[in-house]
């Protein structure tokens, strides 16, 4: 694993700038340039595979096959890098999560988003990021609050539409069940661990099967 660059906090190890305009002023690329789509795809791959210690302005250029330069052109800060790779990928995984109430089941919709192996592994370096960047804790808390929300308002639904079937249970301390459930499993499964992971997932099923079932769609 390379470390990352030893630059100022929130800063790459480097200003590129454009003849006849400060820093300040720099120009930045489109948002929708296919080299910056490229950029956070790079990022979030080393991401997942290497931790987010291991992004650096030369890493992510690498992985993305493009000149370093590039990389500050689009990206002002390494902040800038990680809070873009963050929203992308909050407002795609919001973007499912509205999706998933127009399923049929949704219940089980919003669960199959909530153990998706990829998304959680990610948004678990952003955790451990947001540690040491204020920037990325705010994001995160922001996009935490709407996403359980949300769900939180399907439990209750479901649970009132059941008279609190399977048991009498707040819909939110619910919510935080599901949510702390499949981030423990990936992280679990991560380390090789698989014990007591079949009888958590059963057990949820269960309880989904209960509030969401399949005779009534």
Do not use: C
């Not at 795809?41 to 992510?60: C, F």
């Not at 996009?143 to 399907?154: K, L």
């Not at 059941?162 to 819909?171: F, L, N, S």
């Amino acid at each position: 694993m390379r470390p990352a660059d030893r630059s100022a906090p929130g800063t790459f190890d480097g200003r590129v700038r454009i003849a006849g305009m400060s820093s300040g002023q720099r120009r930045q690329g489109s948002e929708e340039s296919g080299t910056r789509t490229a950029l956070l795809d790079a990022t979030a791959q080393i991401m997942l595979e290497e931790g987010y210690a291991a992004v650096s302005s030369r890493r992510v250029a690498a992985q993305a096959g493009i000149k370093p330069a590039l990389v500050h052109y689009y990206f002002r800060s390494m902040d800038d890098l990680f809070l873009a790779v963050f929203r992308r990928g909050a407002e795609a995984n919001l973007a499912r999560q509205q999706a998933a109430l127009r399923e049929p089941r949704h219940l089980w919709a919003l669960w199959e988003i909530d153990i998706d192996p990829r998304g959680t592994a990610l948004l678990t370096e952003f955790m451990a990021l947001a540690n040491h960047r204020k920037a990325i804790r705010a994001e995160i808390a922001a996009y935490a609050e709407r996403f359980r929300e949300t769900e939180r308002a399907a439990l209750a639904a479901a649970l009132e539409a059941r008279g609190g079937a399977p048991a009498e249970i707040d819909p939110l301390v619910a919510t935080l069940f599901m949510t702390g459930i499949s981030r423990i499993l990936v992280m679990e499964r991560a380390l090789g661990i698989t014990m007591g992971h079949q009888e958590t997932l059963e057990l949820v099923n269960l309880w989904l099967e209960a509030l969401d079932p399949a005779e009534e769609h």
